[in-house]
RNA sequence: GGGGUGUUAGCUCAGCUGGUUCAGAGCACCUGCCUUACAAGCAGGGGGUCACUGGUUCGAAUCCAGUACGCCCCACCA
């Protein structure tokens, strides 16, 4: 034979998924005739390149598309990518300063066709990737975040939600990260647990009375913001500062006085007792200020350098400018003592800087009332997640809901479209030319030129064009009621991380019920997090992320599609080991040479088939797997449905069905055998596909010549079946039975390939009667024979259920070493009746229990006396 | 600080409505095999007081309470 021993993937999969492809199968148009089942593929960053997550995350994705295809409905994943603003954006200026050009030096138009170029040269190649996965995305609607319909509709659902009155503009504290020198949402902040340090100050009490000054202790972690104070607050019960009450303080270096006041905010217990209050720059000292009606005093630049109003370390960095206080007031005398503490720093989840909470104009939008339908969809299971244990967390999110700040100090994304007019005064409009209608309307000066607005510089948070993603990829809001939009919405299921919960899919909640009234998918799969085999999260610093291309090319798709599904339970977090892959592929190599097997095979159409049992018993325990497979899916149990597959093509399939039919070695085998076993095989074929589609399309396709379209791709899934639950537990008994009979092999070392004889004394001989080829094959038995006595010696005997089987032996063998086997089996057994025995005898266990676990009892205790007797026979006979 | 969730074989995890498919799977491990589909393999095997303590029950890995440890999410103590 010219097959090679090993699956080679490498040429199969570029065959297949041309193939695919040319074909059309991966795309998608409505059928009224067919039942919509659609995915959108959580749009990667454009800047981004394939990582394990995504791995994870598409291969479960386009397990899912490929079932619903071949299930007959019609199937369509669309992909695409998102523009990732800071993202970009910071990838956009490193490749200009690069070529020694500076963001600053660029006008936002010029600044825009730099970033387009780079994105046209080297955006997306992660969609190329992918392909390599074997995902089976409609390539054909592929769509990106930026381009013009979807920016349209971002901008559509800006003007609408400021109409409704759900977007306003407004100064509030927000999440400033000086790095990427933008404003950031809540989600877009990450605590980092760090050692920070405690710096005690003293402040002096104005008090001109006394000659000797006087000072209060305040504790700060940020003695660089002390310029920016406005007071000083105590707890009015805190009695160590009842003698300040109405004074004032001098702040340390810069002398400038400031208030002693009083709040129930204040703990006695936490630090010294006494707060500095800087409302510029932190949230409670913010809402402080509001309530004492204090001033505020902004020191910070954009980039967190200290501004003119710091009065000192002007133009220095705020960690520079904490730096030098810090030894200034040491030389001052006014630094008491520096306490390490555990604390928590909010950092920005794409640059890492440490966010500055600052007060700044920003543009929010207004949440609560979106939130309550989108939080309700999700609590009656309309909306359901897996696992369910996010439902919890994700109450806890919108319950507690806060608006969301949407601008974004950029140019990479939807400029917001607000026109200021001359007067200080803005409109919103989804055009200029629109804007400039609106203000000549409510300035009521009609000789307003679109020259005199000027539009708002601001971009949108990337999100707020993410959120209508399963709306706006079917045009949903240019045009509402498209045939697409009308077939493919509300999306099936979703699949993506748990990381990107709030961020991403509770946002798309609320934009379905919001603008098409309808949630965008009925089910969320939340996968877990790939980690690496130490439990460590997957990160270039730490260099323990394979190369999924790599990986592939090494292992194969299939290989790697399986190794990454073979632990990864819902939502539990996965850790990858190349172990696993290889495990992938190793099973690629088994179905291999299933294949291999049958495919050498040489038919004599004369011949009889003596394999009825064999192919019928294979047919109910596929029939008995697939429903356990199917169960498994509707729980979006995916890794237990590979299992389950892999057990049945490996144990079922390879392991018994094919050593029961195989004929001896260059023996012609009869034509039903073979064409059975093309059908149960294609079967099995079926349900493997969607997790290892190119070796499975590859065995179907060498299997027999096939028609034109007729690919496994689009091959008819199974359906539920009856299955023989009979003729799988006898067979059960039988490989039991097969298996006593190797074992005694294996322990007496006796080779494989001498045959041996095995007398049976059994309850039931018709029960075994149509087994008895299976039992002479698999055990490579010589002589079977029913017995009605036991054999008295020279023999070993086993006992399987309540039947005694024996096997004669030549030449001595070891009665002690027999006698001490069966002494120890027979008291294990006794043991057993004794358990059995003491709950029968329980009068309130068989009063109490129901029936049928009684009656189960009462054969547990038939079956052990049974096999106490024959084993205690054997015993004598020695 | 609040909430969630977990603890079962060396590792990763199943175990759905308490009772023979209740102590399981995969990997790892041990033994023996180059037996013509497959050594990326075949056959066999060992291994767990189901975290701890109490309770409910005729019966608990499974239900309840508490304890310990772990993980996740949220949160403005300087």
């Known amino acids: 034979m010219s097959i090679s021993t090993k699956y080679n993937p490498k040429e199969v999969e570029q065959k297949w998924y041309d193939s695919w492809m040319q074909r059309g199968f991966f795309h998608s148009e409505p059928n009224p005739n067919k039942e919509p089942y659609s995915i959108v593929i959580p749009p990667p960053n454009v800047t981004g390149v394939l990582h394990m997550g995504h791995m994870l995350n ?8 490929r079932r619903a295809r071949m299930q007959g409905k019609e199937a369509c994943w669309v992909p695409g990518t998102d523009h990732a603003s800071i993202a970009t954006e910071a990838k956009v200026v490193a490749m200009l300063k690069e070529r020694g050009i500076s963001k600053k030096d660029l006008t936002r138009e010029e600044f825009l066709t730099y970033a387009w170029e780079w994105k046209e040269k080297y955006g997306g190649i992660i969609l190329e990737q992918l392909k390599k996965l074997g995902a089976s995305c409609d390539w054909d609607r592929t769509r990106f975040t930026m381009e013009e319909d979807m920016s349209a509709a971002v901008i559509e659902v800006f003007v609408d939600l400021y109409r409704k009155g759900l977007i306003y503009r407004g100064v509030r504290m927000v999440n ?29 009490v104005v008090d001109g009375a006394s000659s000797e000054p006087a000072y209060i202790t305040v504790a700060t972690s940020r ?45 006695v217990d936490f630090g010294t007792g006494a707060l500095k209050v800087t409302p510029a720059h932190d949230l409670n000292d913010y809402e402080l200020g509001q309530k004492h009606r204090l001033p505020t005093i902004d020191i910070l630049n954009n980039d967190g350098t200290l501004n003119e109003q710091a009065k000192l370390y002007v133009g220095q960095d705020r960690f520079a400018a904490r730096r030098n206080i810090v030894k200034d007031l040491q030389e001052a005398d006014l630094l008491v003592k520096i306490e390490e503490y555990q604390s928590v720093l909010q950092t920005s989840e794409r640059t890492g800087a440490v966010i500055e909470p600052r007060l700044s104009m920003q543009w929010f939008c207004k949440m609560d009332d979106m939130a309550a339908p989108a939080l309700e969809a999700v609590l009656n299971d309309d909306i359901r997640l897996y696992p369910p244990k996010f439902k919890n967390m994700y109450r806890a999110w919108m319950e507690n809901i806060r608006d969301w ?43 307003l030129q679109l020259s005199d607005l000027r539009q708002d510089e601001d971009v949108l948070d990337t999100w707020f064009s993410s959120w209508l993603w399963p709306i706006s990829v079917f045009n949903g809001f240019k045009d509402p009621d498209n045939k697409d939009i009308l077939y493919y919405y509300p999306t099936n299921d979703l699949v993506t991380a748990p990381e990107i919960l ?23 799969y939340l996968t877990g997090i790939v980690r690496d085999a130490q439990g460590r999260k997957m990160s270039k610093s730490l260099g323990n992320s394979p190369d999924p291309l790599d990986l592939i090319e090494q292992f194969g798709a299939d290989g790697v599609r399986a190794g990454m599904l073979f632990s990864s339970p819902a939502g539990n977090d996965l850790l990858f080991d190349e172990k696993l ?64 597959v892999y057990k049945l093509v490996w144990d079922d399939f390879c392991s018994n069905y094919l050593e029961m039919i195989k004929p001896a070695y260059q023996q012609p085998i009869d034509k039903r055998t073979v064409d059975e076993t093309v059908r149960l095989l294609e079967n099995v074929l079926k ?14 396709h060498e299997l027999k010549t096939r028609k034109q379209k007729e690919f496994l791709i689009v091959a ?10 009979d003729i799988i537990q006898k067979m059960e008994h039988v490989l039991h039975v097969v298996g006593a009979v190797r074992n005694t092999r294996n322990s007496k070392n006796i080779p494989n390939n001498k045959q041996l004889d095995l007398y049976m004394k059994v309850a039931n001989q018709e029960s075994y009667i149509s087994f008895m080829p299976i039992l002479h094959k698999l055990g490579n038995l010589n002589e079977v024979r029913f017995v009605e006595e036991n054999l008295e010696s020279g023999v070993i005997s086993f006992v399987v259920g309540s039947d005694e089987f024996f096997i004669p032996m030549e030449g001595n063998i070891d009665v002690a070493a027999e006698r001490e086997r069966l002494t120890k089996e027979l008291e294990y057994t006794k043991g057993f009746l004794a358990s059995v025995d003491k709950k029968l005898s329980n009068e309130r266990f068989v009063s109490g229990a129901p029936e049928a676990v009684i009656s189960a009892e009462r054969k547990k205790k038939a079956d052990a006396e049974a096999r106490i007797s024959a084993i205690e026979q054997s015993l004598a006979g020695l």
């Open 58 to 65: 598409n291969t479960i994705q386009d397990i899912l598309i």
């Open 176 to 204: 400033w990260d000086p790095l990427g020198g933008t404003a950031l949402s809540d989600e877009e902040v990450l605590p980092k647990e760090t050692m920070a340090r405690m710096y005690h100050l003293q402040y002096e």
């Open 223 to 267: 003695p660089e913001t002390i310029m920016a104070d406005v007071a000083v607050a105590v707890n009015p019960k805190d009695s160590r500062y009842t003698h300040l009450h109405g004074k004032k303080v001098r702040i340390p270096l810069l002398g400038r006085e400031i208030p002693v006041i009083l709040d129930e905010y204040v703990s």
């Open 405 to 447: 700040c949407i601008s974004r100090q950029l140019w990479w994304g939807q400029r917001i479209p607000a026109f200021y007019l001359p007067n200080g005064s803005f409109v919103v409009a989804t055009t200029a030319e629109e804007a400039l209608e609106l203000a000549r309307g409510e300035s009521g000066d009609s000789q």
């Open 502 to 524: 709030f961020f991403w899919v509770a946002r798309m909640i609320m934009a379905g019920y919001e603008f098409r009234k309808e949630m965008p998918f009925k089910n969320v």
């Open 581 to 644: 892959v290889e495990q992938g592929r190793n099973f690629t190599n088994k179905i291999w040479n299933a294949f291999r097997l049958i495919k050498g095979w040489e038919v004599d159409e004369s011949l009889p088939c003596p394999n009825e049992t064999a192919i019928s018993w294979f047919e109910s325990r596929f029939n008995e797997a697939f429903v356990q497979i199917e169960d498994h899916f509707s729980k979006f149990r995916i890794s237990d449905a590979l299992l389950a």
């Open 687 to 700: 349900v493997l596909h969607p997790f290892m589609p190119f070796i499975t399309e590859e065995i179907w």
């Open 716 to 725: 008819a899934w199974p359906k539920k079946d009856k299955f023989d639950k």
